[in-house]
Every structure is written in structure tokens, then in C-alpha cells.
């Protein structure tokens, strides 16, 4: 069965830290891998998409990275701030336009 | 350039009731999306629509609906409303149905069925 799985499910970090989210997936055939976020009553918004060749991709701070053989992908954010506050998605496409979704991480940055 | 557009923001509604929730896409996209979103659950796959014609549905009984016009403007139907339904309808728009295709969201319709 088609399955994308992250952790934490929540995380709660200080101002100007760094963190790392992870989702590993089953999904087969593997078309590519999105990073959402989401804040709180809004759409998601996309951070990054990466297809099978690509193992890393930045966005501003958002770095996400892509192992396609063991199925793992993290997104790491380097020098939190308050407005990274959010849920943080991960979604995978298989062949037939279908996205995947993961739970999500809810992500706080606290002052 | 105008994003999705969906309404209404919020709707009230009794069970056994039907419902009905407008999506506008980016000028010019012509694939739509929607899903249901609950607290603590993932996005959950509805139908996608493109060209009119649906092209993919996930596993909602047919109590759920969905119709795209010729302007690409998406509308999706609840009838028999149940309170499980209560939830974030999101909408997604893509320029086309390409695997690599960017979809934008909407900001969604909180529907509570009471």
C-alpha cells in the first residue's frame, strides 16, 4: 500500500535554531517528492519538488534532501524563525498523478 | 495574478443536508484538485479534474461529487451531510496534469456539520 510516514509528528524548537523533518514513503512507482508547508486555517504552500535524480534541493533556509533507495527524504531548516511556525508536509507522486500525503509535522518556534 | 479562489471561507451546515463549494483556478490552469482535510489526518484525496472530465477519484463514498466547467471553474457536491464531513476542503490548481506540475492551493472551506 501506497504510505508516506514523517517524524516527528511534533516538534517544538527555539528561535534561530536549526531542525530536520523526516518522511520515509513506500510509494511505487516513485514520481517525485514535495515539501509543503502549511500554516494554521491556509492551503499549503509548496517548498520544494524533487523527481528520482535530484538528492538535494534548497529553498531560501529549507534544504530538502532525497535518497530514492531507501526511501527517505528530510527537510532541514537552518536559523529558525517565529514565522516558520507551521505544518510541514510531505507528498509523494506516483506515475498516475496521484499525491501521497503524509500527516504532516507540526513545527513551533518559541522566542 | 489572482490565486485560487474558494468559497464560501466557512460554512454551517445540518446533517442530511447538501452542500455545495466553489473552486476558481489560477487564470489559465486547467487541472483541479480537491481534498479533505481533519484534524490530526493528512490531506485526503478527493477527485481531480481536468479538461472538464474527471481523471482520478479517491476512496469517498458517492455521496461526494464534483464537476469542473469549461472555464476550468470547479464546483464539488456533499449530499446527505453527516458530521464526519465536518472538515477543510482544500483545492488545488495545476497548469497542466505533467507529474512535475506545481499545484497551488486555495484557502480552503471549513465546513462544520452539526
Known amino acids: 500500500k501506497n504510505q508516506v510516514e514523517q517524524s516527528p509528528q511534533s516538534l517544538i524548537i527555539l528561535e534561530g535554531k536549526n531542525c530536520t523533518l523526516q518522511?520515509?514513503?513506500?510509494?511505487?512507482?516513485?514520481?517525485?517528492l514535495r515539501w509543503y508547508k502549511q500554516d494554521t486555517g491556509r492551503g499549503p504552500v509548496s517548498l520544494t519538488i524533487?523527481?528520482?535524480s535530484e538528492n538535494t534541493k534548497s529553498n531560501g533556509r529549507y534544504t530538502a534532501t532525497l535518497d530514492a533507495d531507501t526511501k527517505q527524504s528530510s527537510l532541514h531548516i537552518t536559523a529558525s524563525q517565529l514565522s516558520d511556525s507551521a505544518s510541514y508536509i510531505c507528498?509523494?507522486?506516483?506515475?498516475?498523478?496521484?499525491?501521497?500525503w503524509g500527516a504532516g509535522t507540526k513545527l513551533i518556534i518559541k522566542p | 495574478k489572482a490565486g485560487v479562489t474558494q468559497t464560501p471561507r466557512y460554512l454551517i451546515k445540518t446533517r442530511g443536508q447538501q452542500v455545495t463549494l466553489s473552486c476558481s483556478p489560477i487564470?489559465?490552469?486547467?487541472?483541479v484538485s480537491w481534498y479533505q482535510q481533519t484534524p490530526g489526518q493528512g490531506l485526503q484525496f478527493l477527485f481531480e479534474?481536468?479538461?472538464?472530465?474527471?481523471?482520478n477519484k479517491g476512496n469517498f463514498p458517492g455521496r461526494f461529487s464534483g464537476r469542473q466547467f469549461s472555464n476550468s471553474r470547479s464546483e464539488m457536491n456533499v449530499s446527505t451531510l453527516e458530521l464526519g464531513d465536518s472538515a477543510l476542503y482544500l483545492c488545488?490548481?495545476?497548469?497542466?496534469?505533467?507529474?512535475?506540475?506545481?499545484?497551488?492551493f486555495g484557502q480552503g472551506t471549513r465546513l462544520t456539520v452539526v
Open positions: 488545488a490548481s495545476s497548469l497542466y496534469r505533467g507529474q512535475d506540475t506545481e499545484a497551488f
Open positions: 487564470s489559465g490552469h486547467r487541472s
Open positions: 479534474y481536468f479538461s472538464e472530465t474527471q481523471r
Open positions: 518522511c520515509n514513503y513506500t510509494v511505487s512507482p516513485f514520481s517525485n
Open positions: 524533487m523527481t528520482f
Open positions: 507528498v509523494v507522486s506516483d506515475s498516475n498523478y496521484q499525491l501521497i
